[in-house]
């Protein structure tokens, strides 16, 4: 049974930085996706950041192209998102998500969701 869970996010100030982390078990990677995305209250779930399991291949919003990092070590189990520069407009509900081939951004093809960690960014 796959189990994704996300820690590290909290409140900063604009401009500051975070990592996120998600703790994947009973996942096979292979040619799959996993990704980042987020939520703001009233907003649509939006993709942030994705990297294919199999190449390492990595595909990034616009909005957070050049500030955002994701990486996954597959040794330890671990997918994480290093957020620089951070904007009040990144605040939301970041969730870890996996098992999707199709389009990175399309997030009902993903089939395995963390609960989500909240970032708060104040300005």
């Known amino acids: 049974q796959v189990q994704l869970v996300e820690s590290g996010g909290t409140s900063v100030q604009a401009g500051g930085s975070l990592r996120l982390s998600c703790t994947v078990s009973?996942?096979?990677?292979?040619?799959?996706?996993m990704g980042w995305f987020r939520q703001a209250p009233g907003k649509e779930r939006e993709g942030v950041a994705a990297i294919s399991t199999g190449a390492g291949s990595t595909f990034y919003a616009n909005s957070v192209k050049g500030r955002f990092t994701i990486s996954l070590d597959k040794a330890k189990n671990t997918m994480s998102l290093e957020m620089n520069n951070l904007k009040p407009e990144d605040t939301g509900t970041y969730y870890c998500?996996?098992?999707?081939?199709?389009?990175?951004?399309?997030?009902?093809?993903?089939?395995?969701w963390g609960q989500g960690t909240q970032v708060t960014v104040s300005s």
């Open positions: 998500a996996g098992g999707s081939n199709d389009i990175w951004t399309t997030w009902g093809a993903y089939k395995y």
């Open positions: 009973g996942y096979t990677y292979g040619r799959d996706l």
